[in-house]
């Protein structure tokens, strides 16, 4: 179906939480979290929560109907409320369903929510007694390269590992990521971080998997944030235009048919998902990269930042640590990549992190985003992945430019 079949979709209301490392704040359970955020962004929409018709709230960690006790928080309506896990894409997820209801005509107002309650450490699963999801890629990878633990830097480590073997990359330009969005992460309240380290501490931090440091890793956090979409018809209704920021493009692509025979470490952990839903938003909005002013991209791991400038087209394949001597990247360069931070020191609260990737680029896009503020910022890209595997890259615009 052509795009211009669609009803418009706009963002009108976006709020977070501070992230959190998980545990640090005594009685802040998940519905405190998704209190916070989903009244923060009904109030920035300036709606109660009666208007909303739909509800999609994603979380990897927790009980089964999670999703209706954390909304519950903003009111017991009888509403169709949706629980959504797809890893850590899971808050892209729950948006890309949210803004579904309301492109094929269903919805006038959909509310997206997303949060965490991490435990501290390296991920782990939390069934022992069924196949793990991600069995047959852990797999095929260590037929490529000697298994390690834990899996998640194993796997985004032998991906940036194979880029250095294929085209001279070092584990400099992955540690110049790291330095670049602790940088960033300075100039956010929300962060988990908000400390700039140098790059020889960067370097010199706990190594984890070659060539990946601690600093170069995204950490477990606690944390929820929320959108609320809307109809054209919703946005002149309650006079909105001035703050909504459309959805101009948006994408879910999941494991393709070389995903596993690929006999590649960089595909294994996506790239090729991320590159065809990124061709697929480009082709929906009328957009390429040049167009693009700001990227909040899936930096799980600095590696995976440096592969998928390559997957978004920002550069040739192979290119990436071009772009990153460049200073291409950041602050006076082509793009400005995790303004908030990213992954890497804005945190990483599985459900919440697509929502907050929303919420960073709405602000930017608003030009609201004080000291993060990329200036004249018209086009917004979104890249939020999950391995096993699920890729959402979402294009956004300005309702009134």
Known sequence: MQQSKHHKVFVVGVGMTKFEKPGRKDGWDYPQMAKESGTKALADAGIGFDLVEQAHVGYVYGESTAGQRAVYELGMTGIPITNVNNNCSTGSTALYLAAQAIRGGLADCTLALGFEKMQPGSLSSSWEDREQPMMRHMLALAEIWEFAMPPAPYMFG???????????????????????????????????????????????????????????????????????????????????????????????????????????????????????????????????????????????????????????????????????????????????????????????????????????????????????????????LQHNIGLGGAAVVTAYRPAQR
């Open 158 to 380: 032998a991906a940036g590992r194979e880029h250095m073997d294929k085209y001279g990359t070092t584990a400099e330009h992955f540690a110049k990521i790291g330095h670049k969005n602790h940088r960033h992460s300075v100039n956010n309240p929300y962060a988990q971080f908000q400390r700039e380290y140098s790059l020889e501490e960067i370097q010199d931090a706990q190594s984890i998997y070659e060539p990946l440091t601690k600093l170069m890793c995204s950490p477990t956090s606690d944390g929820s944030a929320a959108a609320i979409l809307a109809s054209e018809r919703f946005v002149e209704e309650h006079d909105l235009a001035d703050q909504a920021v459309e959805i101009v493009g948006q994408a879910m692509v999941t494991d393709l048919p070389g995903t596993l025979e690929s006999g590649s470490a960089i595909t294994l952990v996506g790239a090729d998902m991320s590159r065809r839903a990124a061709d697929l938003v480009y082709e929906q909005a009328q957009i390429s990269a040049d167009d693009v002013d700001v990227i909040e991209l899936h930096d799980c791991f600095a590696t995976n930042e440096l592969l998928t400038y390559e997957a978004l087209s920002l550069c040739a394949e192979g290119e990436g640590g071009k772009l990153v001597d460049n200073n291409d990247t950041t602050y006076g360069g082509r793009w400005v990549v995790n303004p908030s931070g990213g992954l890497i020191s804005k945190g990483h609260p599985l459900g919440a992190t697509g929502l907050a990737q929303c919420s960073e680029l709405t602000w930017q896009l608003r030009g609201t985003a004080d000291k993060r503020q990329v200036d004249g910022a018209s086009v917004a």
